[in-house]
């Protein structure tokens, strides 16, 4: 299996300007996690989706975040607008829940908001 | 709620010595528990893990028991390689059966040779 892809690998915008995460789960996993870490605040889980409905997004910083999984093998994490706070890196990922699974992680996205 | 607790680093280790990463926890119900490991540059991966009172998780060397009766489970390595140089990150699963893992805050180690 080819894992959890992510892309872009690397993106460097500018404030204000809109940023697109994607990511592939792994085939057969119903459950998707956005994560974001950071030095300062360590890894923080944004938001899950289970069978592509959002479950919990608590972890959601403020509006200009929007998460959405049109289908099981597609998700995205939108920033509009983008802000210096917001650089971090990114990371989607999966499980294939029964109770405690295990989530395998993608590379992650570098976001540099200047 | 549920949380993890996990000693700070940085650790810093020559070639060969043994590693010892303490991580404690708080959770109702019987959560299962993870170490995960973050290579430089690389998102997480699982390193092992154990699901009930007294299992033993192991691998590429490492090991961790699940002791309920003093909620810890704490990752071992007898002889560590400069290859292991990386994040440590304790986890439990949700409570409620929830999916969420909650995490550790992290701890990195350095292995000099």
């Known amino acids: 299996d080819a894992g959890v892809i992510q892309s872009p690998r690397h993106e460097v915008t500018e404030m204000g300007q809109e940023v697109t995460l994607r990511c592939k789960p792994i085939?057969?996993?119903?459950?998707l996690f956005w994560y974001r870490q950071t030095m300062m605040r360590g890894l923080e889980l944004l938001i899950y989706f289970n069978n592509n409905v959002p479950i919990d997004d608590s972890g959601m910083p403020e509006d200009r975040f929007s998460a959405k999984m049109p289908n099981a093998s597609f998700s995205t994490l939108k920033i509009q607008p983008s802000e210096p706070r917001d650089s971090a890196v990114y990371f989607c990922?999966?499980?294939?829940?029964?109770?405690?699974?295990?989530?395998?992680f993608g590379p992650g996205t570098r976001l540099l908001v200047l | 709620g549920d949380s993890v607790t996990q000693m700070e680093g940085p650790v810093t280790l020559s070639e060969e010595a043994f590693l010892t990463i303490n991580c404690t926890y708080t959770?109702?119900?019987?959560?299962?528990l993870f170490w995960y490991v973050q290579y430089p540059g690389e998102g997480l991966q699982l390193l092992l893990k154990?699901?009930?009172?007294?299992d033993k998780g192991s691998n590429k060397g490492f090991e961790a028991t699940y002791r309920k009766e003093t909620t810890s489970f704490h990752l071992e390595k007898g002889s560590v390689q400069v290859s292991d140089s990386a994040v440590y990150f304790c986890a439990l699963s949700g409570q409620g059966g929830s999916e969420k893992l909650v995490f550790g805050k992290g701890t990195k180690l350095t292995v000099n040779p």
């Open positions: 959770a109702t119900g019987y959560p299962s």
């Open positions: 990922a999966s499980s294939f829940y029964t109770g405690g699974e295990t989530q395998y």
């Open positions: 085939s057969g996993h119903n459950s």
């Open positions: 154990a699901t009930k009172a007294d």
